[in-house]
């Protein structure tokens, strides 16, 4: 049974930085794309970054303050979130995918396990 689960979320003051992770069970890590999406009250799920099997990342273009990192001793992966504004508020998702297109593919249908997500609030 594969499981993702984040952790690391919290309420931190706009300009402060946090660090989530996401720790990985029940698959082989190493042979994933993870990602990472959020998603804010009354909106759509939506991507954030991304890292493949070579560790190339990826990013929307509103979050180049963000760095995706993996460790497939440690079957995690992170975001290293800086520079934080009150519009990054969501809930955080770490996903699990094996790409089935052209690095980089952000859908979310490219993604084949998620975690329960982490909430993140950034008050002004």
């Known amino acids: 049974q594969v499981q993702l689960v984040e952790s690391g979320g919290g309420l931190v003051q706009s300009g402060g930085s946090l660090k989530l992770s996401c720790a990985a069970s029940?698959?082989?890590?190493?042979?994933?794309?993870m990602g990472w999406f959020r998603q804010a009250p009354g909106k759509e799920r939506e991507f954030v970054a991304a890292?493949?099997?070579?560790?190339?990342t990826y990013y929307a273009d509103s979050v180049k303050r963000f760095t995706i990192s993996r460790d497939n001793a440690k079957n995690t992966v992170y975001l290293q979130m800086n520079s934080l504004k009150p519009e990054d508020t969501a809930v955080y998702y770490c996903?699990?995918?094996?790409?089935?297109?052209?690095?980089?593919?952000?859908?979310?249908?490219?993604?084949?396990?998620w975690g329960q997500g982490t909430q993140v609030t950034v008050s002004s």
């Open positions: 890292i493949n099997r070579s560790g190339n």
């Open positions: 029940g698959l082989t890590f190493s042979w994933y794309i």
């Open positions: 996903a699990a995918g094996r790409l089935t297109s052209t690095w980089p593919d952000p859908r979310i249908s490219e993604y084949d396990y």
